[in-house]
């Protein structure tokens, strides 16, 4: 397995990104992706999951309605929709792959890890 998380870049408050999960060695259709990030001085904190099927997913509270997890196993790649975004989403965002059947919010349950990408969002 090998994550590559795409799509970061810099964003004025209110507007949206799409971060791409790429399992380059097309390996991980039938694991399930979550989404996870970390800011500058701050903790790695979970912000969405999605199951292989795309049948399940989860979110951080405080993000529900907000950003939107999905999936196209075909391209072997997960997405993550982030609208309305606040300079507070500014962080580096990983994508991680669970080979348990739901892996949920903790990062210690995830196995494979990419490589990060920025977001940073300007006020």
């Known amino acids: 397995v090998q994550l590559q998380a795409s799509g970061g870049g810099l964003v004025q408050a209110g507007g949206s990104l799409r971060l791409s999960c790429a399992d380059s060695r097309r390996t991980g259709s039938n694991y399930a992706i979550g989404w996870f990030r970390q800011a500058p001085g701050k903790e790695r904190e979970f912000v969405a999951a999605?199951?292989?099927?795309?049948?399940?997913?989860d979110y951080a509270e405080s993000l529900k309605g907000r950003f939107t997890i999905s999936r196209d196993n075909a391209k072997m790649t997960v997405y993550l929709q982030m609208n309305s975004l606040k300079p507070e989403d500014t962080a580096v965002y990983y994508c991680?792959?669970?080979?348990?059947?739901?892996?949920?919010?903790?990062?210690?349950?995830?196995?494979?890890w990419g490589q990060g990408t920025l977001v940073t969002v300007s006020s």
């Open positions: 999605i199951s292989w099927s795309g049948g399940r997913t």
């Open positions: 991680a792959l669970s080979t348990r059947l739901w892996p949920g919010i903790q990062s210690a349950e995830y196995d494979y």
